[in-house]
Structures are given as C-alpha cells and as structure tokens.
C-alpha cells in the first residue's frame, strides 16, 4: 500500500482534522505527528492531501521532532528603525544642528531647542553625501530629533531685530573661528549669557510635584537670583555665578577672571576665546570689552 493510499484510507479523518484547524501552533503539531506517525518519504503525499508545501510539512515535521519549540527570530521581523538602518545618523544630526542650538532662557526645562527647521535640517544632511532624499521622511526624522531631545522651536531671543544683508558672513565667519579655537591646544573656548531672574521662596514656578506642596498665591517679593553662566566648550562642562541683582559689565569680566585662574592659569592656555550675545553688557561698544 502506496502512502496516499494509507493516508486516504487510515487518516482521512485526521486529514479532514487539519484542514478544519484555525490555531496556527496546533495545526502545525497535528502535521508533525502526522509526519511523524506514518513515516518514511511521507513528505509530499502528506503535502498533496492537505494541498501545502513540502517545505511547510517539513517545518512541521522539524517543529514536533525538537520538541515544538519554534525559533520566531523577532529581530529579523518588520521595518528597522532609521538608527539601525544608519548608525552614524544620530552624531550627523549633532555636527548639523551644533551652531544653532538655544536653552531656555528661564531654565524651566532641560530641552535645547533648534533654531532651525526639519526640512533644513534634511537639507544639510543630504548635502553630507551620505543620505538621499528617500532616506527618511520629514516625520520620521522630527522623531528622531524628539527622542535626541531636541524641540524643534523657534527661539524669539535669537532672532535678529534686524538682520542686515553681511549677516550670514558674520555667522559663517564665528564658526571658522570657532573651529580655529577648538582645535588650538593653546587656546580656550568659552560661551558666557547672563539668564532670567529667578525668585527666591515658597513659590510654584508652574511647577509639579507628586507631593502636595503649598506655595504662596502671589509672587510678591524682590528677593532673586540672577545667573550668569560660563560655558567650557572643549571640556562642554558649565560654571554658573550667582547675584542678588543685575549683573554689571565689570561684575561679568571678574566672574571671567575668576574663572581663567581657576581653570586655565597654570594649563598652557594663554589665550582665551570669548563667544557672547552682543547685549547691553557685554557689547562692542563697552569698554571693558
């Protein structure tokens, strides 16, 4: 007796079974210990009765014979995410938007924000020679920014009240300098900004807590603190300095002295590379600047 005609005469119910079967797992069992039981080349009859692939009723057969356990192999399944497919993506996005990145100037977050567009952030990268324009999607890329903790926002403190037709050269020549200072052993780099007042006591500050706390219903006191910050750009670590009120041009150059002797006198540095915002404090038109 051929194996169809075993199969068609001693398993027809068994057959009818399997085909009649919706869970996926167990009809896979119920093909392997058909497999199993009847023996031998029973491969393709077993195949042609239930109208499947030899390949499927061999997975089967392998399936209940290593003891039904089944390799899903998960990591090999669906659409890999953008910093699989390129790893370097991540450190492109940095060397792009390094320039034009901006903190809160109240510090009520920790976000930086970018102070420019996801289309021009696309733009640059392409330009890099790595990406085309099919690489990724605009939203895909917002994403990434997003997980970087990047917000991509505008910041009204860094626009320009007027932007005259050299801005852009002024811009492209800060950052030949700052590259220049940056890679000079013997010369410091630092950032400095003075930022928002911020009141001393019982007060929320739009803030939240797990824990009731109570703060006073009206912000009524002068009692502050006025940080100006230093910022390290070889070392990329922050100097803060603290005042009661507003900090003068004289109070800024004694916190930049303060700190040119306690990091850098007896390193080498005998040069040091100052990058600020132009304001009222610290620009051309001061002296002491």
């Known amino acids: 007796m051929s194996i169809s005609e075993k199969l068609e005469k001693m398993y027809k119910n068994q057959i009818n079974n399997i085909k009649n079967e919706k869970n996926k797992i167990s009809k896979k069992k119920m093909i392997g210990s058909l497999a199993l039981d009847i023996g031998g080349r029973c491969v393709s009859a077993i195949a042609k009765s239930l109208e499947c692939s030899r390949k499927y009723v061999k997975k ?6 290593e003891g039904c356990i089944e390799q899903t ?4 399944r669906g659409r890999k995410r953008l910093i699989e497919i390129y790893p370097c993506l991540e450190r492109d996005i940095i060397e792009v938007i390094e320039n034009s990145l901006s903190t809160d100037p109240k510090f009520k977050t920790e976000k930086q924000y970018v102070n420019m567009t996801v289309k021009e952030i696309k733009k640059q990268l392409i330009e890099t020679g790595k990406y085309q324009e099919n690489s990724f999607s605009n939203s895909s890329l917002n994403n990434i920014l997003n997980e970087m903790g990047y917000g991509l926002k505008k910041v009204k403190k860094t626009k320009p009240l007027k932007k005259i037709k050299e801005t852009d050269d002024i811009f492209n020549n800060v950052h ?32 939240y ?7 006073v219903d009206h912000e009524l006191t002068n009692n502050c603190l006025i940080p100006f910050g230093i910022l390290d750009l070889k070392k990329n670590i922050p100097y803060f300095f603290n005042y009661t009120s507003k900090p003068t041009s004289l109070d800024l150059v004694d916190c930049i002295e303060e700190f040119y002797i306690e990091q850098y006198l007896n390193s080498g540095i005998n040069k040091l590379m100052i990058f600020l915002d132009n304001g009222p404090d610290n620009s051309g038109v001061r002296t002491i600047f």
Do not use: H, Q
């Open 176 to 207: 030949k300098k700052k590259d220049e200072g940056l890679s000079d052993i013997k010369t410091g780099v630092i950032s400095i900004d003075t930022k928002d007042k911020v009141l001393v006591g019982p007060f929320s500050r739009n803030g």
């Open 60 to 65: 089967c057969y392998n399936f209940v014979k």
């Open 73 to 76: 192999k998960l990591e090999f």
């Open 209 to 215: 807590n797990r824990v009731v706390i109570e703060a």
